[in-house]
């Protein structure tokens, strides 16, 4: 039996190795670890990892690490948290010169205006003179809000001022808050998904209203768009500035990435939350992925498609 143990060591010594090759080469063959930095309702966001299986057929929840606060996709990539990231294309860091966008060469994402959402029975509590001024009041507002006008908002927080200190600024200085009324009526609860640009609407949208009497407080809904749909079907608030397009399609509403959107929005809010929109604004706000300078290169990353080589295919739908 000991004639045969050097000849067993070099059989298993040779298994051995050639079980490491094997590792090794499994291992290069999936590529480096590419990693997605998202908002925490990425895997339910059409603009997000639902919009990449459908669209990409992409499944990025083997990838996603969620964001804590849902606007920072490009400090996350700073950090070295994701070698990819979702921004807002609202966010003025993706203009950094270190930071490359990448092509949506497979069109999922449409334009995302800002529009006012209300819940209808709020409405019906005020007089019909004094909901007509609401809408009308709101609607004003929001014809100011332009892309440009949201990245000099967003600037300003980022500078370390507060949401409200920024919201109630832009008020005054677009004179919507020279009449102050004194404020008397129902009150209206203005919810704001947890992160900087919709917390500063929140309270730019409420000293509009105040201005003109209206009782207003302003409520964080504790997460993103499916807490700020479940809040106002539960009446816990009364409106918030949503997303129109996204915000559609997560209603599975009959929109597309492009093509209209107000009318199946409408429909959609009616008969979920019992709730309505008021104007698009002319501002928008849409996800973006976006990467360093030195991961696209290193990695040749140029389009959304170009991931494909180091995410994993999703499953087919249905």
């Known amino acids: 039996m000991g004639a045969h143990r050097p000849v067993l060591a070099a ?57 804590t606060v849902a606007d920072a996709g490009v400090p996350a990539l700073d950090d070295g948290v994701a070698e990819v990231a979702v921004a807002f294309s609202t966010d003025p860091q993706v203009s950094r010169p270190d930071i490359v966008t990448l092509a949506d060469d497979r069109r999922m994402l449409g334009r995302d ?6 819940r209808r029975a709020m409405l019906r509590t005020f007089s019909g003179a004094r909901a007509r001024r609401l809408v009308r009041r709101m609607n004003a507002t929001g014809r100011l809000l332009t892309t440009l006008q949201l990245r000099s908002l967003n600037q300003q927080v980022a500078d370390g001022r507060l949401p409200e200190a920024v919201g109630g600024e832009f008020v005054e200085a677009n004179g919507l808050g020279v009449r102050r009324a004194r404020p008397h009526g129902p009150r209206i609860t203005l919810g704001f998904q947890s992160f900087a640009e919709n917390e500063t609407l929140a309270f730019l949208f409420a000293a509009s209203l105040r201005a003109v009497g209206y009782r207003v407080r302003v409520a964080d809904v504790r997460g993103l768009r499916p807490e700020a749909v479940a809040q106002l079907e539960d009446d816990r608030i ?3 500035i949503g997303y129109a397009r996204s915000l559609a399609r997560y209603l599975e509403a009959d929109v597309g990435s492009r093509g209209p959107v107000r009318g199946p929005l409408r429909a959609a809010l009616r008969r979920e939350a019992g709730a309505t929109v008021l104007k698009l604004m002319p501002g928008e706000n ?22 494909s080589r180091y995410w994993p295919a999703a499953a087919p739908a249905g």
């Open 286 to 307: 849409r996800n973006l992925f976006v990467t360093t300078t030195a991961t696209a290169e290193s990695l040749g990353l140029r389009e959304i498609s170009d991931l």
């Open 11 to 67: 059989l298993l010594a040779a298994f051995a190795l050639a079980l490491a090759l094997a590792l090794a080469g499994g291992a290069a063959a999936q590529g480096p670890s590419v990693r997605l930095a998202a908002p925490a309702d990425c895997l339910v966001n059409p603009g997000c990892g639902a919009g990449l299986a459908a669209t990409y057929r992409l499944d990025v929840a083997p990838v996603f690490t969620p964001l």
């Open 238 to 240: 009364d409106g918030w």
């Open 113 to 118: 205006r800002l529009v006012p959402v209300l």
